[in-house]
């Protein structure tokens, strides 16, 4: 069954700090992988994507995303956090063809000065 | 600039009653979705559209009802029938970016049944 899996609920982090939110997914096939970011009471805003090609990618607001097809991960990271970046992240993988798309939980993150 | 609107951005209703959440987008995508949003849960698909005049079932259809008259509208009705309709609303949509299929979502609508 495909599932995703954000084993962390909520992150606190020092602004400046670097962070690291996981993601673990379960697919049957190659997925596409995508990070989105919420802020509280609106849509989510999608911050990068992997489609295919190099495991690294970057995304907006400086984040990157390192795909690890061996252990079936897709973890988020920021180098320095920015006290804006406080928000509900939410990892998901979607079809090759077709419509369903299966999200995390998300992690929340706060970050203090 | 386009984008996805939804209206209204807060809605109470009184059990039993039907409501409407509208979805508007001007991106010129084909496909349409409703998640449902509660605390812990994630993102759940309620229906999607491919296509006017076409919808299939997500998830957690139950109680919900869908129309695609026009591309650029996906109105979502919860019925009276949804036991738990207390939840976050969100209308997204999408269109191939390199052979798959990239969500673009709306600002989002909350209903609370008093």
């Known amino acids: 069954a495909q599932s995703v899996t954000q084993p962390d609920i909520h992150i606190t982090v020092s602004e400046g700090a670097s962070l690291e939110l996981r993601c673990n997914y379960s697919?049957?096939?190659?997925?596409?992988l995508f990070w989105y970011v919420q802020s509280p009471g609106q849509g989510l805003q999608l911050l990068l994507k992997?489609?295919?090609?190099?495991?690294l990618v970057q995304g907006i607001k400086g984040f990157e995303a390192e795909f690890k097809r061996s252990q079936s991960s897709f973890n988020l990271r920021k180098p320095s956090v920015h006290w804006s970046d406080a928000a509900e992240y939410f990892c998901?993988?979607?079809?090759?063809?077709?419509?369903?798309?299966?999200f995390g939980t998300g992690t929340s993150l706060t970050v203090i000065p | 600039d386009g984008g996805i609107t939804q209206s209204p951005k807060y809605l109470f209703r009184k059990e039993g009653q039907n409501v409407t959440l509208s979805c508007e987008q001007n991106?010129?995508?084909?496909?349409m979705y409703w998640y449902r949003q509660d605390p812990g849960q994630g993102l759940r698909l309620i229906y999607y559209?491919?296509?006017?005049?076409?919808?299939q079932k997500g998830d957690i259809a139950e109680g919900y009802s869908v129309s695609r008259e026009k591309k650029e509208s996906f109105p979502l009705t919860v019925t009276s029938a949804q036991k738990n309709p207390t939840a976050f609303y969100l209308c997204?949509?999408?269109?191939?970016?390199?052979?798959?299929?990239?969500?673009?979502f709306g600002a989002g609508s909350r209903l609370t049944v008093l």
């Open positions: 997204a949509s999408s269109i191939p970016v390199s052979g798959a299929n990239v969500l673009t």
């Open positions: 697919y049957g096939a190659t997925p596409y």
């Open positions: 992997y489609f295919s090609g190099d495991t």
């Open positions: 998901a993988v979607g079809p090759r063809s077709g419509n369903q798309f299966y």
């Open positions: 991106l010129n995508h084909d496909a």
């Open positions: 559209s491919q296509i006017v005049n076409d919808f």
